[in-house]
């Protein structure tokens, strides 16, 4: 079965301190593509990044970067030199195949990061 | 452009009463898709539509109908709120990505929906 497992509910860090957002992901298919999104307290969804299973190459853009590792099934999510700013809620999100040949997104529960001044 | 825009913002229904949330985009994508999110469990899927006149159920689709007469509009309605509706809801517009096998998804802004 699809599925995403963020298995931190909450985190809580000190300005300034590195944080890692873990994901772990169950799928079938052997393409797919991996997803994060922020959500800040306004509430809409940002986007952060798409990866695709092919391309396993870390990415870093500013202070964050991922690591996405296919022998563990996992796609964490790295902050460095956390700022308030970044508290927010945070998915990650599978594609799964649906008829019509639409990729909807599974979403992982959430991890909520809470950075103090 | 404006996106993908979402009305209302919040509304609070009794329990029994039907509504329908708007949902419009004018990007001009294919794809459209209804998720609710709720505490604990992230965002699922309820209906989505690969075109005009194209629509299907996703993972929790009961109590909600849809309908994609344009390209622009995919309203969703609730024919009878229940509290277990309590949610946000977010409508999302997608094009499919000219290189891969994936959508490039835009989300609106959500509507906070409370049943009581």
């Known amino acids: 079965a699809q599925k995403v497992t963020q298995a931190q509910t909450e985190i809580s860090v000190v300005e300034k301190e590195d944080v890692t957002l873990d994901c772990v992901y169950e799928?079938?298919?052997?393409?797919?593509?991996l997803f994060w999104y922020k959500q800040p307290p306004s509430g809409e969804l940002v986007f952060l990044i798409r990866?695709?299973?092919?391309?396993?190459q870390n990415e870093i853009s500013g202070r964050y970067s991922w690591n996405f590792q296919k022998s563990t099934s996992s796609f964490n999510f790295t902050i460095t030199a956390s700022q308030v700013v970044d508290s927010a809620v945070y998915f990650c999100?599978?594609?799964?195949?649906?008829?019509?040949?639409?990729?909807?997104?599974?979403f992982g529960a959430g991890t909520r990061l809470a950075v103090h001044p | 452009n404006a996106g993908v825009t979402q009305t209302p913002k919040f509304q609070v229904l009794k329990t029994g009463q039907s509504m329908t949330l708007q949902c419009a985009q004018d990007?001009?994508?294919?794809?459209m898709s209804w998720y609710r999110q709720d505490p604990g469990m992230g965002l699922r899927l309820i209906h989505y539509?690969?075109?005009?006149?194209?629509?299907d159920q996703g993972e929790v689709p009961n109590g909600y109908n849809v309908s994609r007469s344009t390209t622009e509009d995919f309203p969703l309605r609730l024919l009878s709120a229940a509290p277990s509706q309590t949610s946000v809801y977010f409508c999302?517009?997608?094009?499919?990505?000219?290189?891969?096998?994936?959508?490039?998804?835009?989300f609106g802004p959500g509507t906070r929906l409370t049943v009581t």
């Open positions: 999100a599978l594609s799964d195949h649906v008829s019509g040949g639409y990729n909807k997104l599974i």
């Open positions: 999302a517009s997608s094009y499919l990505l000219p290189k891969g096998n994936t959508y490039e998804q835009y």
């Open positions: 990007m001009n994508h294919e794809y």
């Open positions: 799928t079938r298919d052997t393409t797919y593509y």
């Open positions: 990866r695709n299973s092919f391309d396993e």
């Open positions: 539509s690969v075109g005009a006149g194209i629509t």
